[in-house]
């Protein structure tokens, strides 16, 4: 397994905790981090809503079911999430983008989407 990348978020600061409930993230530590294993960028942390649950699970990926076998307890609108970043700019697309929590969304996410993009779904900003 390599390296986990430096805990750093779009802004350069030290990324913040995106959930512990459900615990997210690629190494499950509650953060966007990630490594060069992590083939889908789960960088962005999002605050899902039903929409965008809806449109994952007709993409492929359910995110609403538990999967008890990966500790996954499924999620329901209001949850944080790392999401992949190619995901989070299919669903903004779309048009079905969820929120953005930019101060733990890791910098790695700007390799797929653009700042200026994220911010205008940022739930952090004033």
Do not use: Y
Not at 56 to 68: E, K
Not at 106 to 120: G, N, P, Q, T
């Amino acid at each position: 397994m390599s390296a986990m990348d430096p805990t750093v978020n779009v802004f350069g600061e030290e990324i913040i905790s995106c959930s512990d409930r459900p615990n997210t993230g690629f190494f499950r530590d509650g953060c966007c981090n990630t490594s060069d294993d992590d083939v889908g960028s789960h960088t962005v942390c999002v605050e899902v809503t039903k929409d965008f649950l809806e449109f994952s699970r007709f993409r492929g990926n359910d995110l609403s079911t538990p999967r008890p076998e990966f500790q996954f307890p499924g999620l329901k609108p209001g949850d944080r999430w790392c999401l992949c970043a190619a995901r989070w700019l299919e669903a903004h697309q779309q048009g079905m983008a969820p929120r953005v929590v930019l101060r733990g969304t890791h910098e790695r996410a700007l390799e797929v989407v653009s700042l200026d993009v994220l911010k205008k779904f940022a739930v952090d900003l004033n």
